[in-house]
């Protein structure tokens, strides 16, 4: 994929078929409306646990493509996606699904959204913890919004996020080879997932993301599996400073152009 990204327009995984229109009937004409409709159609894991949801839903957090989250949404409540759901009627899923659902329901209002995965700083203190946002384009700067926590004390403004509360992968790992951060509190909670290869692995998921490839968060390929093992070294830790770099820009094309080298593209396997 070369040449410059168009963010108002779908891509693979965020694309929705005309058969889920009518669900998408009168959605807001912000971006903030749009996202703060999201937090009433998503519904952690541990959440539906604690419902008590039949367990067999629970595969609804395998879901990759936006338009087979609405069609799940669709079957659960036939009702437009303006309408907040009751808990048990929201798709199960992680931040992850909060935040492409977002930025696929923004795109199809043709505002520009991007997704975002990196790590959140305000679920506990002194760690960093795997998490996705969106951002959207208003007047003349892109606003990072999470989607999930809106209308929650997490964070004091997180419609607007301030620098620092959300890193994505590169911002991470840039802060990281500066000396700014311990890697060591840098993961995915409830797991022994932490470290530098966490960081790594969420700043190649961000640049696919920056390229309208949005993966689940356990999703790997290229040298990303030898990286959480600890089997890479300096020339892919040189790589991932060009990955922080570029995703760090806000030069398209160049995004795009690193994202066709080798070892960086998802396979086509791994895509509808």
Known sequence: MTGTIDYAAAGPLTTISATHAAGLDDLPA?????????????????DAQKLGIVENRFAENQLRSTDSIVGALLALNPAPLTVAR????????????????????????????????????YFQAGKGLDHWVTEYREN???????????????????????????LTGGEAWIAFREGRIDAMQFGVPGTENFGPGE?????????????????LPWDEWGRMTDSYQGKTGADYDELMDTIATVCAGND?????????????TVPASLLP
């Open 86 to 121: 009751e808990p048990a009627q929201r798709v199960i899923g992680t931040c992850r699904h909060f935040a492409v659902l977002a930025g696929a329901l923004l795109r199809y209002r043709g505002i520009p959204a991007k997704v975002r995965c990196g790590f959140g700083t």
């Open 199 to 215: 960081i790594r692995g969420n700043a190649i998921r961000d640049l696919a993301c920056l390229n309208k490839v949005e993966m």
């Open 252 to 264: 398209e094309d160049a995004a795009a152009n690193l994202y066709a080298a080798q070892d960086l």
């Open 30 to 46: 912000t971006g903030f409306e749009i996202c703060n409709l999201v937090r009433h159609l998503v519904i952690q894991p541990h």
């Open 140 to 166: 003349d700067r892109w606003v990072r919004i999470d989607p999930e926590t809106l209308g929650s004390s997490l964070v004091p403004n997180p419609g607007d996020l301030a620098e620092g509360e959300f």
